[in-house]
């Protein structure tokens, strides 16, 4: 069939006139197609030729009244052309919605004005979003050269000659629409639709399924042509060819059609989420009982991990991990045997090693003792022989792409028919379907994994306790474009025992805003580390900002939490305020803050304001995501956050969670979340020391004797050591070096016994290699091997040199020194 069947083509034969015979290979086709309500939304120049009826007529008529089918003349209704052959009411069902499946025919019409006409059709329903539900084809079999029998193999060209939306889209990717075979294997059974010219397509616009030949019309055209010819032999007097019974193909038929049904079932019924070991349970139990009594499901262990995709072919080394078992056997009879979970290889020998490096069906009638005993030296001493011996088995490929990710153990109980070459590509089909629904949950599942890894390893990872503070954050991931965002939170240890708090977020989704938040964040330590304040690290940040590029902003909020001076400064720019609860009464307070521009604006000034706590007081930092809502008022948001941050709670996990849940339940969010809340413990006036010390060379004893006290009044004797060498190694450094203001000694004990030295010298001293004879140079030495962690960083007056040491674990009286 050609393009000509579209083309403007003059009215029919009269009356009694007989039809030109076409070319060969060549027949003018009738197109139509009948929308959801039964009525006709396009009508080809071949349906106008064939049916005598004009364009403008038949659209938006119902197609009962137009196309042949039995019974059309139902009261009411106009003339239509009149049918007189048995295969109408199937044209007839797929008009009235009953028929989910294709179906062809061959009908005698008489149309007025024309002679009788034998007419073959086609009925294609339609699955997609559109209106439209039936693709129907018709011929003219009067105009196929007589005697040649090619009405018996027409096969309707209608995918490369019509104007059906989708049509050329849906010839051109034929190797695609059948997921299961290769370019070649493609070819092989379009060819064999020609041959028997009954094709079957179900197409959908959303889902790729694969061709497959509806042999119950192709049997029931060849039992007509049987007939027939059986009728020429007896009035030519010549032997009748025996015929098979009506009963045996009325079976056959009735077997194929309810494997298409079981296929089609078992496709609604997997794939129904990209959660992959949901996947691998819908998998597993679409096919027991119905199909086979036990289901084993076997996948690689890439497939499992959420993986790339697995390379190379399987071999015996290959880890197969039993994902799944469904079986009809009494509970538990499997569970010990082969248990959900384990991983193993398979021997070259075995019918899986077969079917996983072949990618094809591999079908047993019956397990033999032999093959029993083979298969069950792969299991120990559990004896799995006497689950398998005398079973049929079916092993089938889960593939995609053409790589093999797992295989299906198929076992049916030795009183169930075996497993036959029906069943073989019955379970072939299934396993092709079942492969794309799992490899689509594999990519989905390794994408999903590629994200929490690069949003976790762009999370720090902080210290529930810090110097003065309990610290809690949470993240949660955005519900759109995936699961990687912009929002971070970070706490930065500084001097002095204070710590910074950063929250920040950087506006849109996805791998981008996450590599620039991952930018700005390491930006953040950095500066942070060298003690900036508030105001021109936000400065900093900003001016970073714009030499990496004007496409994106973010808001950050900046704090710097001073225990010791009871204060917080803070600097904000274009971040929501943060939240500060107060411990003598509870009451919450968003802060009042000078806003500032986004980071990346540029030419903006940065304020910082600094704000008294009490010790016990709370902040909480987070991110617009929690608190702002599609279509609500940003202020209902952080209303709940102050009302919700205010409700007391047994642990800072439990108050974080409390916020999450009042605030994450109203719905509508989409954006990511980062959470951090702070308990702003504050320091003992009774754990800090200070002293002045002059500017001559005998003040390095006199800290050695102050600290040593000092130690002891606190009960850390055992530091006393370390500390009055380090602390004397620095005084004689900053005494040496100082212009004209007194040294500052200042000891801290929290967890770490923290010690800062401070002079008016700007110029922050480094780390050198000193020679065995060199008389300089050893001191930070010293501090660098003898220190927890050491320091320095410039103040406004000159600059400062910490360091901490580790007080010794305090040990727990055992119960005989208790008594």
Sequence with gaps: MDRGSERETPPGPEAGQVAEPAEPGRVPLAVVVVDREGLVSHWSRGARRLFGVPREEAIGRPALDLLPVSGALAEGRGPAPHTDDGLGPDLESSLDGGLSYPAAGRARLAAPGRARADVLWWAYPLVGPGPERLLVLAADAEGLRPGDGTFERIAPGFALHTDFPGAEELARRLPEILPSMSVGESARIVGQILELGYPVLEFSQNDRVPVTPDWGVARRAERKARRERAARARAAGEPVPEELPDEAEDLEYAAVRERLEFLNEVSGRIGTSLDLSRTIVEVSRAVVPRFTDVAGTYLREQVVAGEGFPDGVPDTTTLWHRVAVEHTDEPGRWDDVVPVGEAMPFPAHTPFFQCMTTGEPVLVPRVSEEMGHAIAAQFEKRDIRPLITGRSMLVVPLKARDVVLGFMILLRHPERPVFNDMDRVTGAELAARAGLVLDNARMYTFQENVAETLQDSMLPHIPPRMAGCDIATRYLPGTLLGRVGGDWFDAV????????????????????????????????????????????????????????????????LYAVYDPIASELHLANAGHIPPVLVRAEDGRSELLDLPTGAPIGVGGVPFEAVRVRVEPGDRLVMCTDGLVEVRGEDIGVGLATLCESAAHPAASMDDACDTIIRSLNTRGGRKDDVALLMARLNGIAPDDVAEWRLALGPAEAGRARAVVREQLHDWGLAELSAPAELLVSELVTNAVRHSHARPVALRLVRGDTLLCEVDDDDHELPTLLGADPLDDRGRGLRIVSTLARQWGTSRTAAGKTVWFELTPPRRRTPSASNAK
């Design 493 to 556: 240890e500084l001097h002095g025992g204070r710590t910074a708090f950063v929250v920040g977020d950087v506006m849109g989704h996805g791998l981008n805003s996450a590599a620039m938040m991952g930018q700005l964040r390491t930006a953040v330590q950095t500066m942070a580390g060298l003690d900036l304040p508030p105001a021109q690290l936000l400065r900093n940040l900003d001016d970073l900002a714009q030499r990496l590029g004007d496409t994106y902003l973010a808001t950050c």
